[in-house]
Structure formats: C-alpha cells, structure tokens
C-alpha cells in the first residue's frame, strides 16, 4: 500500500510532464520526435519534484 501512495503520484508527474513535452514538441517543430522529447520532459520534470520534496524533507519541513 505504501508503494501506491509512491507510485502514483510520480506517474501523474511523468504523464503530466510527457504531455507537456510532447504537445510543445508537436506544436514548435512538428511530430517527428516528439515522442522522445515527452519522455524527456516528463522524467525531467519528476527529478525536478523530487529534488525538491527531499530538499524539503532534509531541512525540516521548512520551506
């Protein structure tokens, strides 16, 4: 159970992220290769949350 509450929240991220990514990609430069800049971002995004849930998990909460 403690996995769910893990998992799916850095799931929402990396759709959330790869929808992004993927519908900026299409948009700017066409669909080819957009599929690998959604991952991309998506990924990226979820190293970005999670930085920065650790950050403030180490300083105490604290902002």
Known sequence: M???FLAVPGLLVVVLGYAVGHGL???I???GGAE???WTTGLLLLAI???SAVRRLRAG???
């Open 2 to 4: 403690f996995l769910l």
């Open 25 to 27: 990609w299409s948009a």
């Open 29 to 31: 430069a066409g669909p």
């Open 36 to 38: 690998p800049a959604g």
């Open 49 to 51: 949350v999670t930085w």
């Open 61 to 63: 909460g604290r902002p």
